[in-house]
């Protein structure tokens, strides 16, 4: 179900930063876990990060400290703040919802690119593009 927007994707010299932006248009984030994914040309799905409905957070360990996700329930809109980018987090981004029946801490997990195919509401993404 495509119900999510990503945006906010463009080109970043390296070391630069970047906020990504994943808003729901026909249902309420409240209760979902909310994930960003990436992929880039030749690879495979990334789990990049996700935020729990609750609020906690889980990072891939090439993101850790580097990215930082965030909700603004309010706003419907999950966020995905990339500072320090890297050439190689250039990637389309996307991200993906998976509702209050999927376990909230196994979705949101190191297995997060597997447990992409949980998510209850998907997005089309947004080009990231870091140049040298």
């Known amino acids: 179900e495509v119900q999510l927007q990503a945006s906010g994707g463009g080109l970043v010299q390296a070391g630069g930063s970047l906020r990504l932006s994943c808003e729901a248009s026909e249902f309420a984030i409240d209760d979902y876990t909310i994930g960003w994914f990436r992929q880039a040309p030749g690879k495979e799905r990334e789990g990049v990060s996700c935020?729990?409905?609750?609020?906690?957070?889980y990072a891939s360990d090439s993101v850790k400290g580097r990215f930082t996700i965030s909700r603004d329930n309010t706003k419907n809109t999950v966020y995905l703040q990339m500072d320090s980018l890297k050439p190689n987090d250039t990637a389309v981004y996307f991200c993906?919802?998976?509702?209050?029946?999927?376990?909230?801490?196994?979705?949101?997990?190191?297995?997060?690119?597997?447990?992409?195919?949980?998510?209850?509401?998907w997005g089309q993404g947004t080009l990231v593009t870091v140049s040298s």
């Open positions: 993906a919802a998976a509702s209050g029946g999927t376990d909230d801490y196994f979705y949101c997990s190191e297995n997060l690119a597997e447990n992409y195919y949980l998510s209850d509401y």
């Open positions: 935020i729990r409905s609750h609020g906690s957070a």
